[in-house]
């Protein structure tokens, strides 16, 4: 086997050696169904431990590059000839909400390419020790009992801690006002379950999360987009859309809004409350980044200053600690809770008691508070590497946000730019990203683009613009870029 | 603080320490907000290990007993009486699917109870220390990245494990035409989503998984109950349901049936494909028990015998290894597959990478099956228990079923007989049962009770049976259970 390991490089030898073998597929010169040699000969062969020969070999399985079955070995994967297509064979074959949750899903999954396109937090800072200690913890404490199943509200344990974490947000809620959600996607599809029914409209901001514009079209609900500015949601759009609709209720991400990177300035949270009074309008804060304020500091979340119960109340551990856990939680009057645990038995009946119980006793212990004191001025160096590097590469007819928290910029492009088609070229040239489109239950005039700056180092981040600037020159002259926008551009964030 | 521990009773000290400290909450002598001491000083002056007291204290924080904040020390609970109200004030309130899913799932939480409530496997035999050696491996081979988002078709690595298994049930799939789902549950509510609209009809058994039962009202999809007998699903009356409905697809449970405790016949099997195949039937085919054969051997799947993928297959880990897992699969064509996948993301975009890596890492190293081998007896033991204890302490006028595999006996009383009264009656002299009424769309003339045997030891089945018998001959004299069957009287199984 011909693989070389260079000991110096900065980059994790069962990294360097499972490149080696995937190029060493993707040329033939592994042949499907081959026989890899067995991880005590590897390792012998190049000098090496065998936990990094059965690293790289886990991180090719799971890849999909080979397949092992316990007592007959490891061997190149049967299907390879999927894997080896080029990305963009696999990628961007709809640009549709639904089609980028899945380009977004696998692009994590594929080695090697930049991505900016996922609103991800950075892999290499997860607290994997401690983790592994809560979960030892949770195991010695709870023994079996965190094997059985569970009721589906939750583990009382991590209730009672969620209660103490969005107090700190200013919501004051006992457990029972508490039901835990696989992340807050599934709070919100049960939550759009519980209040829409097909043909009902539901109010967001435009652009808003991926994620519900791909939950209310498989619900038969139509989707209304709002304008939002540098303050936010404008207010004065959704008066007008109340006297013309009867929505089921508006969808908001208040604090450091995905992908628009603003916030809802106070003026505006009093007036949205105000309006929502008067007009019994329901309202779903999404405040997942709402603990990711670059300078430390946020806005308190809107449920803080709701009087009259109009503010259900969804976040997740996702963002702020580690998406794998699938943890989220809602907040609302316990009635509503009542009624959203049926319906969380009519879908999967509870989340892995495990988990739950070690992320209590994770936060319990201090762990995700200082995580995210760890994590803000990494955040904060990497967006203001992106910003850096956009000044840099970018043509000047390109804007953009400035994100005081959260993971993503939103960049606007001239008229009449192509997206896609900078979409696919970007793969190609090993860079990914999410178009503005996506974001939007409405074509937008004004071509957008969305940046996440939180998953990738401040170099690579920096490599991703230029490549991106590059092409956006390229394109300039066939496409136009260069010229000024016009005058009935109206900026989105 | 005022607590005996029995060092001589086979009951674990911590669990005896729990117990304790529950009877002087309830008695007041721990009101609520009392601070209880630290481990520490509790394991001094009892002169038991702090491990112990910290499991007896985790026990309680899990039932809500107790809450317990970093540095300021463990308290009983504010709302402790919503906890000290006797049992049957929290459970029953709603006779109904919903209702009683809800009410088994915190039958779990409630010490004491013998419960013969639940379809689950038996939690003292889970195999912890392999669990969690298989998430120490997976932790290892696969770091950070298993804490990340992961496809929302589930990790490749268990779909290549999947694979295999399904193989030993006769199904012969790759890894592309398996999703991974939150448990069987998760499974069926997401193929009701796929073929099924408001106003639809699915054919199921009558008895049958009382989930079902809960999903399809929760879409607005009608459920219509298909007799049974000792074969299993009464063929002619599927026949003529055909001929008048055009059902989205018919749910069955083929073997091992749950509630039931009986498995198709070979015969039965084939005219029901050929029937599907005539009638255009889409058939889904949950295999949850087909592993759990009490001697080992199960009947083929249906689905190895579909030559035409009418047959969509499900099953999940938990009840052949343990629930917390979370864990299931949907078996299908690629195609439905991918749409599968797209309403998934709707869902929840993904189940925690970690548990489906630890997952196919346990069953590559043959402890899922060993398990399986070993659990085995264990089950048949106590199934013979249930069987002996009801032959012992029965009226005459009760029958029941005999299963040859699966967890459940289905028990049918004299008509007049009230099983709600019984099941109240029962939870106060501390046994649950869950009635017969909540697994069938349509009232059913005959009285039934499910008694799960899989979650209990031989002596306690004993016990719990002992008690339910006293209780129907009590309720004999009143409710005329002596009154021999009438004579239109049709077993269900």
Redesign the interface.
Known sequence: MQIEVDRSSREPIYRQLATGLQQRIRSGALPPQTRLPTVRQLAQQLGVTR?TV??AY??L????WV????GRGTFVAE?IDELIAPPEAQLGREVSP?GM??DI??I??LPGLISLA?A?PA??F?P?RN??RA??LA??????????????QG???LR?VLA?VVRERGVSA???EIIV???V??GM?LIT?LLAR?GDTVLLEQPTYL?ML??LP?RGVRAVGLPMDGEGLVIEALEAALRRERPAFLYTIPTFQNPAGVSMSPARRAALLDLAERHGLMIVEDDIYGRLGHAGASPPSLKAADRSGRVIYLSSF?KSL?????IGYVVAAPELIGRL???R???????????Q?ALAIFI???WWQSHIKRMLPRYRERRDALLSAMERFFPAEVSWTRPQGGFSCWVTLPRGSSVSDLYMSAITRGVAFTPGEVFSPAPNPQPHLRLCFSAEPPERLADAVATLGGLLRERGGRHGLAEPALSDYVPVV
Chains 1, 2 share one sequence.
């Not at 195991?139 to 589906?152: D, F, R, S």
């Open positions: 936990l059965h690293s886990a991180e399985q799971a890849g999909g397949e092992a079955t316990v299907r639904a949750v899945s899903l696998r994590g999954q996922k991800d892999h290499e997860f994997m983790w592994q979960i030892e195991l010695e404490a709870g023994g079996p009992q965190l094997m059985g199943y569970t009721t589906a583990e009382q344990s009672s103490e006992g457990p029972d959600t696989n992340g996607t599934n599809s379950d097909a994620g791909n939950i498989s996702s580690m998406p794998g856990l699938r645990v049926y319906l038995q009519a879908q999967d009946l509870c989340s892995p008691p495990l988990m119980r319990e212990q201090g």
